[in-house]
């Protein structure tokens, strides 16, 4: 079978590729799927596990049969990778068989959202920009849809290559989202040099002219499928951990795997105390082998081994066994850690109980990441009705993130330990978070019993796990109910484990120094928001406007809505140099809120804090400005070859004559105020604070706004790019068709207000079991407060996004422009299309998701 072209000029083929075809070619991407997931030696299918689906999507003509391409692949990759999972559903429901995977294979554009975002991104700039960005675009559109929506297991491709030499490594500098990325781009240039090497092959190997009408810029493919592959493994050499000295404290940590499951069951048949008491018998005897004879420093039970709550006994039997384990604990010396319940007054908690010799609890980690349905059910989800139809729901409330215990050893030392529990563990920024609070080492409970008839499903979730001590670069002792427990190093290797469906006692010994913090500590999950911003940039070109005038010096329209006569400030020097003073202080307070809110998390929680330095850096300056150039506002109006500055009485001459716009001297684009300087028939200067400075100077000496770019794209300098950049960022000043982004009120009143009224109407109901409880509490003055109060958090809120969308499309802007100084115009247009979606629509979007969640 031969490859088709994907060159660029190949991205609308002249005819049709026969469904046949297309269709064997999906089903052989399923099947590389499928053997890719297994692990062991399939590693080695990962330069080609998407080759055949990317044939199917360059045959694609148009963006409608992409996505329907698009929609199958995903559901046959859904098939073909996860059919394990739906073998654990019908286990855990007990339904009939195949219901589980049935339900997958409807739900797979949910359960793999980032298929359709990568084919959808991926054919849009292909088409517009070449072959070379549209696997740029592609691969960002993938990772960061993983990154930005979190799939339900974590899962992402550069996990399959957890068996192979060295190549994991790489996950301390770029994550399990870098070597997706790498494995993605290594398949893009695979898939580019087969098809090169194909059509020279059917051509005789003659130079095919046609090659070099690209719109982009060329991919060497051949060099690109090995180089990648290369930096990879290059980065993992780079992470190699240093030698630690041979006197390194240890931890040694016995892991209890009873392979006891089915609790409900057995409840069933037995009684709950005689499954508890069965239980905890075998757990005692198998931790006393640890203690006595391999002299574990600390006991590690399973997720929910003790299946009640802890400490808060709910019978008096409940209590005698509270008691009992707290005995065994302090006969053992050692502290224990094991799965249990905890509650407060919101409700139960999957918990892990920290119990010492001494002293008894601790304290317990509660579960953040819990799994939908089984474990916990949304508020506006949940009723009678849904309880009759899934009685295996659960009800449990999430913890509060990551948390770092001490394990007081009986040599006096202790170990600072992250715990996480089952799908904590498939969250790198929880791992990243209790690297940071001084954790040395990782203590990972889960219960994969629900694996039971799908062990691969088992060990898919251990290499996931694994990956959290690559990241973070501490080691990790992780224990199963039935397999798969494990001792893994600081490197990600597992130095020994259990197999699925044994009872065994999982005993190992790891080295815990002060951790040396590794790249994805310090800089978090990066490559996630790193390749998103990179595909801001393509977007706006693949999906800006098309206009339908070229602009040229001579003949060049007006923007809709711009006039030459327009409403000025008219600023002495000193009203000038104290606008620009307020403005600076205004947008810089502005950025550093927006840097303390996104790596200082208290910061978020203080909110009158916040409100009291957003009035005082933000609001007043600003405000202190606006009032200023509201008492030296005038007019100023074209009149053939003359310019006319009126001015009210209280600030001088009602009428001052110009002189030429040769004499005009326009302000520094990067003073916060838009202006020129001029002078008037008295020789007197002028400050005049006025929108798009450039198009209004142009309208006056040659009667039209000035071009973007007068000479072609290959002979501009970059004088010439950076006075595009300017002058298409005016351009979109004075007459940018969306009004709803240049409207004020809009997005400093109207959308926090409609983000605020869902919150607090939420909050109402929580808080006072209505939506009108406060004001039936307290009044209504005190529930207009509220209101207000959670209005004004909203305005910070939106004011801050508005000012890191504002950043992110100037710098991608004059990037673009510097790149195709032609086309600033269009992408100007584009990106601020983007920043309007995601400001209007998306940050609705997400309080809309983040509801539905509460």
Not at 430 to 447: E, F, H, K, Y
Request: hydrophobic share 50%.
């Amino acid at each position: 079978m031969r490859a088709p072209s994907l060159s660029p000029q190949h991205t609308q083929p002249k005819g049709h590729t026969p469904i046949g075809r297309l269709t064997t070619w999906a089903l052989a991407s399923a099947a590389l799927m499928a053997v890719y997931v297994q692990g062991g030696h399939a590693w080695l299918l990962a330069p080609l596990l998407l080759l055949p689906a990317l044939w199917v999507l360059n045959a694609c003509r148009s963006w409608r049969q992409a996505l329907g391409w698009g929609w199958l692949l995903t559901v046959l990759h859904t098939a073909a990778g996860y059919h394990w999972f739906g073998q654990a559903i019908d286990h855990y429901t007990q339904g009939p068989a195949g219901l589980g995977l049935g339900v997958l294979l409807l739900l797979a554009p949910v359960f793999q959202p980032q298929w359709l975002v990568f084919v959808l991104a991926r054919h849009a700039t292909r088409q517009r920009l070449g072959a070379a960005w549209g696997a740029w675009a592609g691969m960002a559109a993938w990772v960061g849809t993983e990154w930005a929506f979190p799939k339900l297991l974590g899962d992402s491709l550069g996990h399959g290559l957890y068996p192979a030499p060295l190549l994991p490594q790489a996950a301390a500098w770029v994550g399990v989202a870098g070597l997706t990325a790498l494995l993605l781009l290594t398949n893009e240039a695979l898939a580019q040099a087969l098809s090169d090497t194909g059509r020279a092959w059917r051509g005789g190997w003659r130079p095919n002219a046609s090659r070099h009408a690209t719109r982009g810029p060329s991919l060497p493919a051949w060099a690109c499928a090995a180089l990648l592959p290369a930096l990879a493994l290059t980065l993992a050499l780079g992470s190699q951990p240093a030698p630690l000295p041979a006197n390194s404290p240890q931890l040694r940590i016995g892991m209890v795997q009873a392979n006891l499951t089915d609790y409900e069951a057995r409840r069933r048949s037995e009684g709950s105390y005689a499954v508890v008491r069965e239980i905890l018998d075998l757990h005692f005897a198998m931790s006393h082998d640890a203690v006595e004879r391999q002299q574990a420093d600390a006991v590690l039970w399973s997720e929910t081994v003790y299946p009640t709550t802890f400490n808060q006994a709910k019978s008096e039997a409940g209590a005698e066994l509270d008691r009992e384990i707290l005995g065994i604990v302090k006969a053992a010396g050692v502290p224990f850690v094991f799965g249990t319940y905890d509650r407060d007054e919101r409700g139960e908690y999957n918990a892990a109980a920290f119990v010492e010799p001494g002293p008894g609890l601790l304290s317990f980690y509660r579960k953040t990441r819990l799994f939908p349905l089984t474990e916990w059910v949304p508020a506006w989800l949940d009723g009678p009705r849904l309880q009759r139809w899934l009685p295996w729901a659960g009800r449990w409330q999430p913890g509060d993130g990551a948390r770092v215990f001490p394990l007081r050893l009986r040599d006096g030392r202790e170990v600072p330990v992250l715990p996480l529990i089952c799908r904590d563990d498939v969250d790198p920024a929880l791992a990243l978070a209790g690297a940071r609070l001084g954790a040395r080492a990782i203590v990972t409970l889960s219960n994969d019993a629900w694996f039971t008839t799908a062990p691969l499903g088992a060990r898919l979730h251990g290499a996931v796990a694994a990956f959290r001590s690559i990241e973070t670069g501490l080691p990790q002792f992780r224990v199963t109910t039935n397999g798969v427990s494990a001792v893994i190093d600081a490197r990600g290797q597992v130095l020994a484990a259990s197999r699925m469906g044994e009872r065994t006692l999982v005993i190992g010994s790891l080295p815990v120094p002060e951790p040396r913090p590794t790249l994805l500590v310090r800089w978090g999950n990066w490559v996630g928001p790193a390749v998103l911003l990179s595909l801001l940039p393509m977007l706006a070109l693949a999906l800006a406007p098309i206009w339908r005038h070229r602009w040229h010096p001579e003949g060049a329209r007006s923007p809709a809505g711009w006039s030459p006569n327009l409403t000025v400030a008219a600023l002495p020097r000193s009203a000038l140099l104290a606008v620009l003073m307020l403005r600076t202080t205004a947008r810089i307070s502005l950025l550093g809120l927006g840097a303390a809110w996104l790596w200082h998390d208290s910061f978020g929680t203080q909110f009158l804090w916040q409100l009291r330095l957003f009035g005082a850096l933000v609001l007043a300056p600003e405000g202190a400005a606006w009032f200023i150039l509201r008492a030296f506002r005038g007019r100023v109006s074209v009149q053939g070859e003359l310019a006319r500055l009126h001015l009210p009485d209280a600030v001088g001459d009602r009428d001052s004559r110009l002189l030429s716009p040769a004499q005009a001297w326009v302000w520094p684009d990067w003073w916060p105020l838009a202006g020129i300087r001029v002078a008037d028939a008295q020789g007197r200067r002028h400050w005049l604070a006025m929108p798009s400075p450039r198009l209004w100077l142009h309208a006056w000496s040659a009667g039209a706004p000035p071009a973007l770019l007068s000479a072609p794209q290959p002979a501009a300098d970059w004088h010439q790019r950076w006075q595009a950049f300017r002058c298409a960022r005016e351009w979109q000043q004075a007459g940018a068709p969306n009004r709803l982004r240049r409207a004020w009120l809009a997005q400093h009143a109207l959308l926090p207000l409609l983000m605020a009224v869902p919150a607090f109407l939420l909050h109402q109901h929580i808080a006072y079991g209505s939506w009108w409880g406060e004001a039936q509490t307290h009044g209504l003055g005190a529930y207009a407060i509220g209101l207000f109060l959670w209005w004004a958090g909203w305005v910070v809120a939106v004011s801050l996004l508005a000012a890191g969308l504002r950043v992110a499309v100037e710098g991608a802007a004059l990037l673009l422009s510097l790149w195709r100084p032609a086309d600033a115009l269009r992408s100007r247009a584009g990106l601020e299309l983007l920043r309007s979606v995601l400001l209007y629509l998306g940050l609705p979007l997400w309080l809309a998701l983040r509801l539905l969640g509460a």
